[in-house]
């Protein structure tokens, strides 16, 4: 069964509304199967107070920048801003959206469930880096764990699965949630050992 299927299955069986890090989505009333999609702060906010994101660049738009104007790196980041809402998605619009806000953590999560999500160490992440990332396969064990501290725990909603510590939470919240999971270290914490052990990048 393809990932869609499954995810539309998942849909039609589960108490709404459904969660996917700080995005709450919500059958739109009529009996159509229509999504509105809001920030979690958002969850009783009026309808009439929130911004419509109307097509896929606003919703690029939308994600690029946190509240203050900055980039934001990693999609995971819990700084996604708030006050906004997308409606009139289908099944397929639903899934694309989901991908703009945390791309592949629907397919990563369906094949967690599916018993099938490969996860990697970072030893094996390190390996792979070429190039000005190729120093990143000499951070010790001690640092590895500080760093999933300062940058993972601190500053990501991704549940690690790919340390041999874990972050505590288990990997299912509420019955309605999709976790974000992390099944192999990502080019931001790649790009953060590097820093880690050679100092911040200079502008050349
Ligand atoms: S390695 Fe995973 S948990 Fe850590 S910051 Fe990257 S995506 Fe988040």
């Known amino acids: 069964?393809?990932?869609?299927?499954?995810?539309?299955?998942?849909?039609?069986?589960?108490?709404?509304?459904?969660?996917?890090?700080?995005?709450?989505?919500?059958?739109?009333p009529g009996g159509v199967k229509r999504f509105e999609l809001r920030h979690v702060d958002d969850r009783h906010a009026e309808t009439d107070s929130l911004r419509?994101?109307?097509?896929?660049?606003?919703?690029?738009?939308?994600?690029?920048?946190?509240?203050?104007?900055?980039?934001?790196?990693?999609?995971?980041?819990?700084?996604?801003?708030?006050?906004?809402?997308?409606?009139?998605?289908d099944f397929d619009n639903l899934r694309l959206a989901l991908d703009y806000f945390y791309p592949g953590?629907?397919?990563?999560?369906?094949?967690?469930?599916?018993g099938n999500l490969p996860v990697t160490s970072y030893a094996e992440t390190a390996k792979r880096q070429s190039g000005r990332y190729?120093?990143?396969?000499?951070?010790?064990?001690?640092?590895?764990?500080?760093?999933?501290q300062?940058?993972?725990?601190?500053?990501?909603?991704?549940?690690?699965?790919?340390?041999a510590i874990p972050n505590s939470d288990a990997v299912e919240g509420s019955s309605s949630e999709i976790p974000l999971l992390c099944a192999e270290a990502c080019n931001y914490f790649v790009g953060k050992a590097r820093e880690k052990i050679k100092g911040p990048a200079v502008e050349e």
Request: charged letters at 25%.
């Open 1 to 28: 069964m393809s990932i869609s299927i499954q995810f539309r299955d998942w849909i039609e069986n589960t108490p709404a509304p459904w969660k996917i890090g700080q995005v709450l989505i919500a059958p739109e």
């Open 52 to 89: 419509p994101v109307d097509d896929w660049i606003g919703l690029r738009e939308l994600i690029r920048v946190n509240a203050a104007g900055e980039f934001r790196p990693l999609k995971a980041a819990p700084d996604l801003r708030s006050g906004w809402r997308m409606t009139g998605l």
């Open 105 to 114: 953590a629907v397919a990563d999560w369906i094949c967690w469930r599916n």
């Open 134 to 148: 190729h120093i990143a396969r000499s951070l010790g064990e001690g640092d590895l764990e500080k760093l999933t």
């Open 150 to 163: 300062t940058v993972c725990e601190r500053g990501c909603l991704k549940r690690r699965l790919w340390t």
